[in-house]
């Protein structure tokens, strides 16, 4: 296992790399803050896709805290064939472009395969790598050579120090500009459980690390079709990311989860969103 070295640590969380700072160019924030990732799991309409950013992005103004808009346009991992899976690809990935562009914000969406790497990078700032598919090396080859930040889930069945290798293979693709996300690790058949220190042993990689405080309660291989999850202890997933030294959060909301058409059993409903960050920035500030 990994052994960690206080003093790199110290280093890489209270640094802020330069594709970091390009990316929040356009906003004013408190540089000791951790950054945010958060939206809907998926771009189900415009007016849904406005009405969270416009929220998030005022609370995170408030707060100074760095924001991203995330959403995807295509959710290609679905447990059912009968499940939802967008409103096509050129409408969802242009709904995310306006978000962007009316909010002055970086925007986020997954990728699947190789060929959407190129797709997707006119209309998004961060590609991001789905857990299961973090090996996949065309595919980290393919979101490399974009240019763009590439956002690599750690899969649930790795650990922290075993994603240095979809790091290097960025890398080697020459891309520097790469953040990883912890988001669980499999605990049985149907259930999630999350290991603090890959927190601080993906900082050691040299990238900055995300908690995803929705996917990593997620209760996936439901016999009904439907992943289940633990919405309730989002906030406690959040606050020991931050007390572990986390760099981002990754929380997917939703104004009413029950009617969502994607993850609704693990999203945070919207309007419990800023009490929490409220706590979170505090703890940070405590730190």
């Not at 356009?26 to 540089?31: A, H």
């Not at 291989?221 to 406690?236: E, M, R, Y």
């Not at 029950?258 to 009490?275: C, I, P, Q, R, Y």
């Amino acid at each position: 296992m990994a052994t960690i070295n206080p003093v790199i640590l110290c280093q890489i969380s209270n640094m802020i790399p330069s594709f970091l700072q390009d990316l929040f160019a356009q906003q004013q924030y408190n540089e000791k803050n951790f950054f945010l990732i958060a939206g809907p799991c998926v771009v189900e309409s415009e007016e849904l896709v406005m009405e969270v950013a416009d929220k998030v992005s005022g609370i995170c103004k408030r707060l100074g805290i760095p924001y991203v808009f995330k959403a995807s346009y295509r959710k290609a991992n679905r447990t059912s064939a009968s499940s939802f899976t967008g409103i096509g690809d050129d409408n969802g990935l242009s709904l995310i472009k306006k978000v962007g562009d009316t909010y002055h914000l970086p925007t986020t969406s997954d990728i699947h395969a190789h060929d959407e790497a190129a797709m997707a990078a006119p209309y998004i700032d961060i590609l991001q790598i789905p857990a299961f598919l973090c090996r996949q090396t065309d595919l980290l080859q393919a979101a490399a050579a974009t240019g763009k930040v590439v956002n690599v889930k750690k899969g649930q069945f790795l650990n922290g120090p075993s994603m240095k290798f979809a790091v290097d293979k960025i890398r080697l693709a020459g891309n520097e500009q790469i953040m990883l996300t912890e988001r669980g690790t499999t605990f049985g058949y149907q259930d999630l459980v999350v290991d603090y220190r890959n927190i601080p042993w993906m900082q050691e990689h040299g990238t900055p690390v995300i908690m995803d405080c929705t996917h990593s309660l997620q209760q996936p291989n439901q016999t009904s079709g439907v992943t289940g999850g633990n919405p309730q202890l989002i906030g406690t997933i959040a606050k020991a990311a931050i007390a572990a030294g986390a760099d981002g959060l990754f929380i997917e909301t939703h104004p009413n989860p029950a009617v969502a058409k994607s993850d609704g059993a693990n999203m945070l409903k919207l309007d419990l969103l800023e009490e929490l960050l409220e706590k979170l920035v505090k703890l940070r500030a405590s730190l």
